[in-house]
């Protein structure tokens, strides 16, 4: 069994009633890399975000249109990335790490304590 990469600290779910969508809210801290894996911050982000999103649409279909945004819990004061809505098989850690993270101006921690909203 995979070492798990985050836990969930809370949930919300919320309707957006002008957008006939249903969001969910969850609050997840990161969890340090097992012996097992490798140490590296960026990869260990990569990979917890990766399995986070996994969990997180794990009731959609590829061919349906999500909208996601993380943000950090702790320094509030940054922009939360978003992720404009697309297909779910068109989400990957690619997209965001190229475009989204590496540009935007909030300070991740590999186990820092992430928002992520997901609107379906």
């Not at 590296?40 to 061919?63: G, I, R, W």
Request: hydrophobic share 35%; with cysteine.
């Amino acid at each position: 069994m995979p070492h798990p990469r985050f836990t969930i600290d809370g949930g919300i779910n919320r309707q957006y009633k002008r957008f006939n969508a249903v969001g969910t809210q969850l609050t997840v801290p990161l969890l340090p890399p097992s012996e097992r894996e490798d140490s590296n911050p960026t990869s260990h982000f990569l990979a917890s975000v990766s399995d986070l999103f996994e969990y997180s649409l794990q009731n959609c279909e590829d061919s349906d249109m999500v909208g996601i945004t993380i943000s950090n819990e702790v320094n509030v004061a940054d922009k939360a990335i978003g992720i404009s809505f697309r297909r779910k098989d068109q989400i990957t850690p690619d997209v965001i790490w190229s475009g989204k993270v590496a540009r935007s101006n909030a300070r991740f921690n590999a186990l820092d304590k992430l928002v992520l909203t997901s609107i379906l």
